[in-house]
């Protein structure tokens, strides 16, 4: 069962970028990604999965202020241009065996 | 437009067993691309996968909860139900079902709050 690996907290100002980080587990390193937003007090949002090869695919009517990228086995989240509604929590997602985990969050705080 | 709202007791004491509904639209449980998720959030915590049924009412569940958890689908109604025994304090919290399309969760619920006390 991979474990997924998550900073609990970041900030960034507004108008500048950030990148999140979720670490996939040893041995686990070529997993699909996904990434949910939580904005306060609301049901999540799928935003995108990341592929172990880097590329990324979007969910419906995410901005192009948010991208997804790869380095070995971390899935990295990057927003671009922080609006203030970025301000949420950030969970990334795996599965394997028809199991499905999620990673313990990150929370992100514009400054 | 995919839709689904969960429903159910907002307090349950001790040792009861829980049980929420989900009632969905806009998707048919038909495909065997589909399937609906339960996931749940205690105040101020993380998001904990529950388990999942696919269109042929084959189920899936998380290994901690194997035990507690029960997924099952109504088509004939759009909904799916979840069932969980000897509820405890530690599961109170939020519980979202979400609509998952091949491997990924597309649509979530708006979540309802269940409170664990006697």
């Known amino acids: 069962q991979p474990v997924l690996t998550q900073s609990s907290s970041a900030s960034a100002s507004l108008g500048s970028s950030v990148e999140l980080t979720c670490t996939l587990s040893?041995?686990?390193?070529?997993?699909?990604v996904a990434w949910h937003q939580q904005q306060p007090g609301k049901a999540p949002r799928y935003l995108m999965i990341?592929?172990?090869?880097?590329?990324?695919k979007k969910g419906s009517g995410v901005p192009d202020r948010f991208s997804g990228s790869t380095s070995g086995a971390d899935r990295r989240l990057t927003i671009s241009n922080l609006q203030l509604e970025d301000e949420a929590d950030y969970y990334c997602?795996?599965?394997?065996?028809?199991?499905?985990?999620f990673g313990g969050g990150t929370k992100l705080t514009i400054l | 437009q995919i839709t689904l709202k969960e429903s159910g007791p907002t307090l349950v004491k001790p040792t009861q067993t829980l049980t929420l509904t989900c009632s969905f639209s806009?998707?048919?449980?038909?495909?065997?691309?589909?399937?609906v998720d339960w996931i749940r959030q205690p105040p101020g915590k993380a998001l904990e996968w529950l388990g999942l049924?696919?269109?042929?009412?084959?189920?899936r569940y998380s290994p901690s909860l194997k035990s507690r958890v029960t997924i099952t689908r109504d088509t004939s109604n759009n909904q799916v139900v979840l069932t969980m025994t000897n509820m405890g304090p530690l599961d109170t919290g939020t519980y979202f079902c979400?609509?998952?399309?091949?491997?990924?969760?597309?649509?979530w619920g708006q979540g309802t709050l269940v409170t664990v006390s006697s």
């Open positions: 979400a609509h998952r399309l091949d491997y990924l969760i597309t649509d």
């Open positions: 806009g998707f048919s449980f038909s495909s065997t691309r589909v399937s």
């Open positions: 049924v696919y269109w042929d009412d084959d189920a």
């Open positions: 040893s041995g686990h390193s070529s997993y699909i």
């Open positions: 990341v592929e172990g090869s880097g590329n990324y």
């Open positions: 997602e795996t599965w394997d065996s028809n199991t499905w985990v």
